[in-house]
């Protein structure tokens, strides 16, 4: 069982930039793919930004090309979102999430959530 623990919400004012980290505790953190999805009021959770097992590939949803980048750390057992040039649409609660298979943009492929951190850009 994957434990996941997100970091690094607040409140940021909007071009602003925040580092969102997620520390996972309870399998080998080299054998997931993982990814962000996040959540806004009224809204379905929405996927983000994913990295492979080893950080060779990544993908991104369209909407946070060339603002977020996610890396992970794998000594450290974190994945990371950096987040620059923030808009009042990336209010959200946000969430990492690991999977065995894949580091798919798709939410049930992943096996394990974390509880999430909200991000709430003022404009």
């Known amino acids: 069982q994957v434990q996941l623990v997100e970091s690094g919400g607040g409140l940021v004012q909007a071009g602003g930039s925040l580092r969102l980290s997620c520390g996972a505790s309870g399998g080998t953190f080299s054998d997931y793919g993982m990814g962000w999805f996040r959540q806004a009021p009224g809204k379905e959770r929405e996927f983000v930004a994913s990295i492979s097992w080893i950080a060779v590939n990544t993908r991104y949803a369209d909407g946070v090309k060339g603002r977020f980048t996610i890396s992970r750390d794998n000594a450290k057992n974190t994945v990371y979102l950096q987040m620059s040039s923030l808009k009042s649409e990336d209010t959200a609660v946000y969430y990492c999430?690991?999977?065995?298979?894949?580091?798919?943009?798709?939410?049930?492929?992943?096996?394990?959530w974390g509880q999430g951190t909200q991000v709430t850009v003022s404009s």
């Open positions: 999430a690991a999977s065995r298979r894949s580091f798919s943009t798709i939410m049930k492929l992943y096996d394990y």
